[in-house]
């Protein structure tokens, strides 16, 4: 049976799309195709699929992936996305809140993790898996530092997201921000496509982009305790616009000499502002600083 378009799934279900859940669903096959083949998929792997909607880009998922586990949140696509596909036993759908769920857990678990779902994570086998998503955009930020930071991370990630977003998690030395950081510490990011409001339904008033997120078997600074680095960074990014002596050392609570011995010591100039320094900067500070 030829595959149906967005508008015959909404008519079809009679459906309305729900704003508050982000939901603009992608339309343009071309696109949909594109996105996939980012994520370079073989039979051999497993994805994750966050908000799969009204399941177009799952078919394009399905046809080229081993196993797909979507995660929706809007109970009234899970039956519509179980009838859709239900000649195919590798593709399965949770209806969970994707920020309430270990990613990794749900695949070890076939896709029947629930959120009250208690038995403990080293018990289960968790496969690599890759995310490919168009992602809810409310929660952009919230989902990658789920993922990125979850206990078995997905080895790669493909995900459309607001393109002012996606080009400020690209950003280099000088227009660097707190999500940049959060984003490179774990993954190479590069945009691989850019995405039209005109190809979805409904329209979104911003254009996107597709992410490409290789994550990293280290994190980009070593030797530094994340959650060390994380609060550094938080601080030189907590009064925007402000030299880092004095950003740094209102934000860790320290003494403007203390902060400047610090900086000095990784040979970073104290005049300078959080949004120039590198990822191997803030390491250099983190570990002149504990
Ligand atoms: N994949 C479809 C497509 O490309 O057309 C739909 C993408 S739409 C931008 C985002 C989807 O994420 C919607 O289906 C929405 O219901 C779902 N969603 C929103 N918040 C979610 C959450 N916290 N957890 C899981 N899914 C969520």
């Not at 079809?12 to 071309?30: A, H, I, M, T, Y």
């Not at 399905?62 to 593709?91: K, S, T, W, Y």
């Not at 960074?233 to 209102?250: D, E, P, T, Y």
Request: hydrophobic letters at 45%; a neutral charge.
């Amino acid at each position: 049976m030829k595959a149906l378009s967005v508008f015959e799934l909404i008519c079809r279900f009679d459906l309305d799309p729900k704003k508050s859940l982000g939901q603009n669903f992608l339309v343009d096959e071309s696109h949909l195709a594109r996105i996939a083949a980012a994520a370079e998929l073989s039979p051999m792997d497993t994805v994750l699929e966050i908000g799969p909607g009204l399941g177009v880009l799952t078919r394009h998922l399905a046809a080229q992936a081993g196993r797909v586990v979507a995660v929706e949140l809007d109970d009234r696509l899970i039956p519509v996305l179980q009838e859709l596909f239900a000649d195919q036993p590798r593709v399965s759908f949770v209806h969970a809140d994707i920020l309430q769920v270990d990613p990794a857990t749900l695949l070890a678990d076939n896709g029947r993790q629930t959120t009250d779902d208690q038995s403990p994570v080293a018990n289960r086998q968790s496969p690599p898996y890759k995310v490919v998503a168009n992602l809810p955009y409310y929660i952009t930020s919230a989902v990658l530092r789920h993922l990125l930071e979850s206990p078995q991370p997905p080895t790669l990630a493909v995900v459309m997201v607001q393109r002012e977003v996606a080009q400020r998690i690209v950003a280099q030395p000088g227009e660097m921000s707190l999500l940049a950081i959060g984003v490179q510490f774990y993954a190479e990011a590069k945009i691989v496509q850019k995405v039209p409001a005109g190809a979805f339904h409904p329209r979104p008033k911003v254009d996107s982009a597709v992410l490409r997120l290789d994550v990293r078997p280290q994190s980009a600074v070593a030797g530094v305790d994340p959650a060390w680095y994380f609060a550094v960074v938080r601080a030189g990014f907590g009064q925007k616009r402000k030299q880092l002596r004095n950003s740094v050392a209102a934000g860790l609570g320290l003494s403007k000499e203390a902060t400047e011995a610090g900086l000095a010591a990784a040979g970073i100039d104290a005049s300078r502002r959080a949004e120039t320094l590198s990822l191997t900067e803030w390491g250099a500070l983190a570990k002149a600083l504990i």
